[in-house]
């Protein structure tokens, strides 16, 4: 089979960068490689970067609250890979995982502890809906396509349960080869102290900075809570998982003013919020974090290295011979756009990336 070469693109950093690839894995990465007889993708004078990864998306298309379809949030939008996390548990993944698999973005899960998922809003209220051994049954089947595990720990999700379905969803991660945990945080119960208490290294925390009472931010003194802090250094993840409500700009602005910055960027996307806002798409939550301060250096890694790493994606979040040949190749594009948080707080992007071209194993689609 041929080789391919993308052509002509730089790195963020301004470096040249040829990528050639063969059977959807990238064989060589230089700054100038010889065309010779390779089928040749022009992008003179663009950038490129591993393909994009969305670790909080929702995307299992038969579900009625949040739900989306993988392409329209992935390839159509620059993102190679996307991680659904946790719209589905034990009894309705199987399903999922067929729908997933015909997509041209490359799908994964985390499994929501709660056997059928976001049915209700309210999957960790009844106890008896976690069932270890069709979780653990689940996990079996599906090793490529589950990659970790979701509680979603928040007031409307857990009813009276307290901090009793974190327990379970440990347990569930020591019986299972300690797959990533990723936590969804909102308002108490349970209180944020004692769901950062319980989470280890390595562990995602998800809507990091989202503008509730219960969030990172002492409404008081207005400063990062010293628990919050003791989390971060001890490695617990910090994810932006956007969504309809769980992104503040004060929050993010003042986490940063300290010193702290989201490990990972994420969207939280659902046909919803991808419609009408304010997810729209990864692009769009990427510009939100560089309006913050975060370099677009950082903000490329936080959605292709790092997640990766996160979730045990080995083969994915580089550009290096033997990775997969997922790129994603975009623009910076001077002009101004009005960027929205979930709590209608505004800020005024003067730089926008754009997503051009994405590659997935392979195979090339124009945005
Ligand atoms: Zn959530
Ligand atoms: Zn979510």
Redesign the pocket.
Known sequence: MKQTVLKGGKLITGERCDVVFQEGKIVEVSSEVEIDNKEVIDIEGKYLSAGWIDD?V?CFEEMSL?YDFPDQIGVEKGVTTVID?GTTGAENIRRFHQLAEVAKTNVYALLNISKWGIVEQDELADLTKIQEESVAQAIHDLPEFIVGIKARMSKTVIGENGITPLELAEKIQEENNQLPLMV?IGSAPPELAETLDMMEKGDVLTHCFNGKPNGIVDQQTTKIKDFVWKAYRKGVIFDI?H?TDSFNFDVAEQALAEGMKATSIST?IYIRNRTNGPVYDLATTMEKLHVVGYSWAEILEKVTTVPADNFHLTNKGKLAAGFDADITVFELVEGTKELVDSNGNTRTAIQLIKPVKTIIGGRLYDN
């Open positions: 909080h929702h949040y996390a969804h998982g969504g939280d």
